[in-house]
């Protein structure tokens, strides 16, 4: 079972940037997702962004493109989302989610991620105006 640690979280001014890791134990299988996901109080859980293993491809919201980058350490088996010129709807707990299926990123990633089934215990993202 895989097993997922999120960290990062924490206190940013708008404008300001904070990087979420998240460290993938358990897989027994090279080609995986891992997605970023987010909810906040009264929200649905949404997708922020996703990255496929082992080509690399990745998926994000229309609402942090060119803001957000995911990337991937595999030495570490760390994902990390670096989150830049952060606005306060970006703020909220902050998923990292992972599954092992052979889809294409965007088809794993949308809908708020209900095809992973591996999750981790969130991190608290918030954004002071």
């Known amino acids: 079972q895989p097993q997922l640690v999120e960290s990062g979280g924490g206190l940013v001014q708008a404008g300001g940037s904070l990087r979420l890791s998240c460290v993938v134990s358990g897989f027994t299988t090279d080609y995986y997702g891992i997605g970023w996901f987010r909810q906040s109080p009264g929200k649905e859980r949404e997708e922020v962004s996703c990255?496929?293993?082992?080509?690399?491809?990745?998926y994000y919201a229309d609402s942090v493109k060119g803001r957000f980058t995911i990337s991937r350490d595999n030495a570490k088996n760390t994902v990390y989302l670096q989150m830049d010129s952060m606005r306060p709807e970006d703020a909220g707990v902050y998923y990292c989610a992972a599954d092992a299926k052979a889809l294409r990123v965007r088809a794993m990633c949308v809908n708020g991620g209900p095809l992973f089934a591996s999750w981790g215990q969130g991190t608290q993202v918030t954004v002071s105006s």
């Open positions: 990255i496929m293993s082992p080509d690399g491809s990745t």
